[in-house]
């Protein structure tokens, strides 16, 4: 009987540790390398950087003001406002998108003027939210790299 417990337990310890429990982790969807290329362009003509610095901004001095924070902290925040630390966030929400409709929407941005004059981003409530996450992420320096 003593065998056959021990011959349980020695099985049980080569099998619960092959046994995944957790969840398993999916890659977030991207776009192809072409597409990539064609979303940078996008990015460029509909002025997303400029939007997103600019909401990371309004977040910041709202609530600077708020919590009456000083200038050297308003600053220190706001150094460390970085697209890149986004852009993932807009090629996620562009990768279901074939090249050709991720052309005909270039051309689009690049001939309505609106786009260059105006502070709007075309986005998808995945995107608001991500960009609101990150902002508010931004206002709680979790982005201040230390010198």
Not at 8 to 32: A, D
Not at 63 to 78: F, G, P, Y
Request: net charge positive; hydrophobic share 40%.
């Amino acid at each position: 009987m003593k065998n056959l417990e021990k011959h349980l337990f020695l099985i049980l310890l080569t099998i619960i540790p092959s046994l995944n429990f957790g969840q398993t982790s999916s890659k977030v969807p991207m776009p192809t390398q072409q597409n990539t290329i064609i979303i940078n362009k996008i990015i460029e003509a509909a002025n997303y950087k400029t939007y997103f610095i600019d909401y990371c901004l309004t977040k910041i001095n709202e609530t600077a003001a708020k919590e009456k924070w000083n200038d050297q902290k308003t600053m220190e925040i706001t150094e460390n406002i970085d697209f890149k630390n986004f852009k993932d966030a807009v090629y996620n929400m562009f990768a279901f998108h074939n090249e050709i409709e991720l052309e005909t929407l270039l051309k689009a941005y690049q001939k309505e003027t609106i786009y260059q004059t105006s502070n709007i981003m075309i986005t998808n409530k995945a995107l608001s939210t991500n960009l609101d996450i990150y902002a508010r992420d931004v206002v709680k320096g979790k982005y201040i790299i230390v010198k």
